[in-house]
């Protein structure tokens, strides 16, 4: 019985695998006839495995060039800059130069004094690959000088050996901003392969640092473009996750408050200093004015995405103060030294503001006997205007599809760059500009040791980079450049 039993249930399953089977097959069958199904051939694996060799290929050169630039940086900028030309010209570039004196380029929305003020002749590097005339322009830049060298760096590795250890490229300058550097002209060799017609497109490799202002030289002098595309690492975290479409305007200020000793040849000032006017109180009063000033335009500016992102659009801050002797406390100190920055939104300008804080130091001082009578000096040590993107402007919209592609997310933008250098386009000649950039760390400019870049983020950054060239060129001027 159990035989009989077995065998039934043997010939129930051969009959069930049976229907299985021809289900399958009539399936794969019509997903064939359909074009639903596909068996990849020899040629597309082929194909496939071309691409991941060709893409392979591509990032040991860009690894390769970004340690070239690393390694010319022990020689300083101009070794730099002879590296980035030897390769434009390969490319098919036409180099021009503009040596010129920092302090000597017009100034607008922009100015530095003192030590924030470059000196120096200094040159700029631009390369240019002609394109289609009726085709969108490009202006790509990003800066080839670094920090100063220091002999006891303290760094772990070797500067200028560009070691990558744990994912990272390590380099002197290599995320300030060498690595901006080689994606430009990655970009433009990928551009001069390509096998559609594209706009012209430039690179311009101009000193940035200590208002420099290489980038508003070359600008003056005529360099121009339907749109700039300004290349640093993200120094926020999240690297290529962000866009840089908009910047605040920032103000630095230094005042000066002077005070009156006592009539005394004592050494000692304490039992006298009722009959002293110290410039420490007075710093007291100026630094309450200047707090009741940011509050009250916070009231009153405002600037939807600053205000998302940190909860108010502008500030000030006393950062600094300076005054007396740090070993003799009973002595009534002559000056009090004030440093103050200001940040405010693109919609305002620099004179705007300077303006509106001059007014409530100038009703705090005549408030006041003494301040009226001995008015403090203010300085305007540095300034930057603001600037924007809005989100549906082609440029923006390009960018951000290049990003999306090549990282996978939909990146955001972060509106907290303040003085960032896609200011300098956009201020000087009314060129939109945006920004990106790969991960970054641990900068030189920031007392750090060991800069780093991240690997997959400088590839994803030159493949962004390369998408943007590539379909903002494709364009053309007749569509609307959407200024």
Same mark, same amino acid.
């Given at each position: 019985m159990q035989e009989k039993n077995g065998f039934a249930r043997d010939k129930i399953l051969q009959r069930s695998m049976k229907k299985s089977r021809a289900s399958l097959q009539k399936t794969v069958a019509l997903k064939l006839e359909t074009g639903m199904f596909r068996i990849p051939t020899v040629s597309q694996k082929v194909i496939s495995m071309t691409a991941e060799s060709h893409e392979k290929a591509a990032e040991a050169r860009a690894i390769s060039f970004l340690r070239d630039l690393i390694a010319a940086q022990a020689d300083g900028e101009s070794a730099v800059q002879k590296v980035i030309v030897e390769r434009l010209t390969a490319a098919g570039c036409e180099i021009s130069e503009l040596t010129y004196d920092p302090s000597t380029v017009?100034?607008?929305?922009?100015?530095?004094?003192?030590?924030?003020?470059?000196?120096?002749?200094?040159?700029?590097?631009?390369?240019?690959?002609?394109?289609?005339?009726?085709?969108?322009?490009?202006?790509?830049?990003?800066?080839?000088?670094?920090?100063?060298?220091?002999?006891?760096?303290?760094?772990?590795?070797?500067?200028?050996?560009?070691?990558?250890?744990?994912?990272?490229?390590?380099?002197?300058?290599?995320?300030?901003?060498?690595?901006?550097?080689?994606?430009?002209?990655?970009?433009?060799?990928?551009?001069?392969?390509?096998?559609?017609?594209?706009?012209?497109?430039?690179?311009? *490799?101009? @000193?940035?640092?200590?208002?420099? &202002?290489? =980038?508003?030289?070359?600008?003056?002098?005529? +360099?121009? $473009?339907?749109a700039s595309l300004y290349l640093h690492p993200a120094e926020s975290g999240v690297g290529m996750q962000e866009i840089k479409a908009v910047t605040p305007g920032h103000l630095d200020l230094k005042i000066v408050v002077p005070g009156c000793l006592p009539d005394t040849n004592e050494p000692s000032h304490t039992a006298f200093s009722h009959r002293a006017v110290n410039p420490v109180d007075k710093a007291i009063l100026i630094i309450a004015a200047l707090q009741k000033l940011a509050e009250a335009r916070v009231t009153r500016i405002s600037h939807p995405m600053i205000d998302a992102f940190v909860g108010r659009s502008t500030n000030i801050l006393v950062s600094y103060v300076k005054s007396g002797n740090a070993t003799r406390f009973s002595r009534v100190p002559e000056l009090c030294e004030l440093g103050v920055a200001i *940040?405010? @939104?693109?919609?305002?300008?620099? &004179?705007? =503001?300077?303006?509106?804080?001059?007014?409530? +130091?100038? $009703?705090?001082?005549?408030?006041?006997?003494?301040?009226?009578?001995?008015?403090?000096?203010?300085?305007?040590?540095?300034?930057?205007?603001?600037?924007?993107?809005?989100?549906?402007?082609?440029?923006?919209?390009?960018?951000?599809?290049?990003?999306?592609?090549?990282?996978?997310?939909?990146?955001?933008?972060?509106?907290?760059?303040?003085?960032?250098?896609?200011?300098?386009?956009?201020?000087?000649?009314?060129?939109?500009?945006?920004?990106?950039?790969?991960?970054?760390?641990?900068?030189?400019?920031?007392d750090k040791r060991d800069e780093w870049v991240d690997v997959a983020d400088f590839h994803r950054m030159v493949r962004a980079t390369t998408e943007v060239v590539t379909n903002w060129c494709a364009r053309s001027r007749n569509a609307g450049r959407g200024k």
């Open positions: 017009p100034a607008i929305g922009d100015f530095g004094t003192g030590a924030k003020q470059a000196s120096g002749a200094r040159t700029a590097v631009v390369g240019t690959y002609k394109g289609d005339p009726g085709k969108c322009s490009l202006l790509v830049f990003a800066h080839p000088d670094g920090e100063k060298l220091q002999t006891d760096h303290g760094w772990k590795r070797d500067p200028f050996a560009g070691t990558i250890d744990n994912g990272r490229i390590y380099g002197w300058g290599v995320a300030d901003d060498l690595a901006g550097c080689a994606a430009a002209v990655l970009a433009i060799e990928e551009a001069a392969c390509a096998a559609t017609s594209l706009g012209t497109v430039v690179f311009a *490799s101009t @000193p940035s640092k200590k208002n420099a &202002r290489g =980038v508003a030289a070359l600008l003056h002098e005529g +360099l121009s $473009a339907d *940040s405010f @939104p693109p919609h305002e300008t620099m &004179r705007e =503001v300077q303006d509106e804080v001059e007014a409530a +130091l100038n $009703a705090c001082f005549d408030a006041d006997p003494w301040l009226a009578e001995h008015s403090p000096t203010l300085e305007w040590l540095s300034g930057s205007t603001g600037a924007e993107v809005p989100h549906d402007h082609p440029l923006f919209c390009v960018a951000s599809n290049a990003v999306q592609r090549v990282t996978g997310k939909i990146p955001f933008v972060n509106p907290l760059h303040a003085a960032s250098d896609i200011r300098n386009p956009a201020v000087e000649k009314g060129i939109p500009t945006v920004a990106f950039g790969g991960l970054c760390g641990d900068l030189t400019q920031n």
